[in-house]
């Protein structure tokens, strides 16, 4: 099954491959991984998306947090959560077929973001059905799709309920759980009722 | 100014002084209290060697970086401190691989500094340039890459309390030889790294402790498994309060020897592959195990899904991706063993626990593993006799440093530790050649002790040229050879699984007594039980290092051996009509 974790690393040389490694060293498959600067200055927040049974969370959280320059390890595929997804989706189209694809864009919510004589390029932003979705509309009406860029999940738990916030309102006392402060599930000082 | 006083005055950089990067990797040292270095000189760390001179630091000079790894591991199983292992780059670095695996396996504290090229030249393939931070990755706890000469004491200090914290393993350290060249500030107490602070899955839960400690006081069946974490956090006073309150017996894994007295009433010794049957036994009945500090490793339980099939589990343990890896827990306590019992026994007033021990002691006396010591001598020398004796003769006080195989089985099951830190063997990783350089760490960390380095006739010639190590720092280590001629453990499992196929595993050895003679380390051969009590006292009378070729009988086998993938109580036992009554031929 699919586990989303949130990592938050330190921004140093070598951090991914470590977190990869990992991943590679528990034979687990990563199915997306994105990687951008966070709220915290020198700290990188990392979406790993990957393929592993499904007992196997609670190792791989705990394997993560092994590593010195993580800080930090949500893992938030069950928690309420927007997810969304970045592609770039470059299209074969001269003057001719230029309109329909203008208006599947439009279906879709997506933007024209360059135009060529023989191509275009569609940004869309949204869960992954949704930019499967076009791909596939795309190939289904014969337009030639020349180049895909996806960005990977990116996940973000929904309100208050994000490690970092529990932490800063001081819900990490380890023995008390406060009722409306820990998450409901896969918190940081529930690790042992998941077992 | 004299060697000595330049040595004196930098024993304490307490005010910051400016000094090159090579200096403060040793003022670093000292100030981590660091008083002695194993390692191989080479040109892209010469400028930190250059530099020793100046500090107080004994330099021991070995024969090959794997060596230095192992030396460094070995100081520290038998002092609780940090090893301290020195390389240069590529090939030096390289070398210590082994030695580094070996440690992480363990969980043992050590820190690697090897040098680099310089890091103009750093991804051009310079000479003996390697990309050892990228090889050690998946061995090492961490490791840095210093190319900038501020960047070294802080790192140095955190690659220490790394180290030591939490789960000990080891970090290595490489350092460009132009970071080693130039100049810095060196502040050592502003260098120092942030406190530990345990992540927050390291918490122990109070209803989790309620819920252990009802599982305890109601079992009928309990074991406690005893494992190297109790070592590694000083737990040994709690655990005995434990099973002693509890009167719970309890069995050790093979780096957990030591950890519970073996004399004491409620031990019942080693578990797993080699382990005693009625530990086996016991496990596989219990109703109850408490494993502290131990990891469930493949060797100790047999087959996951037939492992102790009926009990509840209580894992504590300081690393939580351990917990649930191999064998599911009940109630897991994550934190530091020393730390989790101090909290759990005052939830435990006592227990009777008569009827489950009479059951295993008459379990221990049907059993009949440790027959051969008992036997008559027959003329033939077996290494069983050779592990008791030393016992015997050096009243377990000695520290034992192993190799891997037959003889590291007997030695677990014939020496009885009964005080901690005396073994020093390697369980995880199975490293052979690490008995000699081990046994020579534990000497320098421990030189008032008594040290015996224990190797198989295979293991031994993987490192034996630390032997030359052994004269130049003139230590007093002696040393066993359980020599059968053949890479004993392969062999059995040859005999076992393979049809008695001994491929490649008859040994052609050199004779070990002139091997050593040729170092200046006098020997003696032993072919007899009736030689070996003289033969132990002579080298232990000896002032200097002595070795000592035990020349043992070359097809015995490891009994009881509980083939790979069966159960734990799914024994080989040793035949009923033993070796030891063969005619004398």
Known sequence: MLHTFVAYVEDKPGVLTRVASLFRRLNINIISLAVGHSERPGISRMTIVCDAPDQAADRIRASLYKLDDVVDVDDIAKAPNVTRELAL???????????????????FRARIVDLAPESLMIEITGVESKIEGLIQVLNETEDRVLEVCRSGKMTMRRGKHSTGVLRAMGAGEPDIPKPGNLPLENGPDNFADNI | MSNHDEKENNAHLTTPTRLTGSEIVWATLVGEGVTEVFGYPGGAILPIYDALRKFPIHHILVRHEQGAAHMADGYARASGKVGVAMATS??????????????????????????????????????????????????????FLITRTQDIAPAIRQAFQIAKSGRPGPVLVDITKDAQQSAAIFDFAAAKPAPYEPHPMLSVMGTHLREAADLIRTAKRPVILAGHGILQSNAGEQIRTLAERMQIPVGTTLLGLGSFPASHPLNMGMMGMHGESWVNHAIQEADLLIACGMRFDDRVIGTPSTYSPNSKKIHIEIDPAEINKNIKADVALVGDLRNVLEQLLPLLPGRDGSAWLNTIAASKGTAAVRDIKNLPDSGHLYAAHVMHDLWRITEGRAIVSTDVGQHQMWEAQYYRHDYPRTLITSGGLGTMGFALPSGIGAKVACPDKEVWVIAGDGGFQMTAAELATIVQEKLNVNIAIINNGYLG?????????????????????????????????????????????????????????????????????????????????????????????????
């Open chain 2, 90 to 143: 590529g090939p030096g670095a390289t070398n210590l691989v082994t030695g580094i695996a070996t440690a992480m396996m363990d969980s043992i504290p050590m820190v690697c500094i090897t040098g680099q090229v310089p890091s103009k030249v750093l991804g051009t393939d310079a000479f003996q340039e390697i990309d050892i931070t990228g090889i050690t990755l998946p061995i090492t706890k961490h490791n």
């Open chain 1, 89 to 107: 989706i470059k299209v074969a189209a001269n003057a001719h077929n230029r309109s329909h694809i203008f208006e599947l864009a439009e279906v």
């Open chain 2, 489 to 585: 453990m392969v062999r059995q499992w040859q005999e076992f699984f393979y049809e008695k196929n001994y491929e490649s595993t008859p040994l052609v050895s050199p004779d070990f007594v002139k091997l050593a003679d040729a170092h200046g380390i006098p020997g003696l051969a032993v072919r007899t039980r009736a030689e070996l009590e003289s033969a132990v006292q002579t080298a232990r009378s000896h002032n200097g290092a002595f070795l000592l070729n035990f020349l043992v009988e070359q097809e015995d086998s490891v009994y009881p051996m509980i083939p790979a993938g069966s159960a734990l109580h799914e024994m080989i036992r040793r035949p009923d009509n033993p070796l030891v009554e063969k005619p004398q031929d």
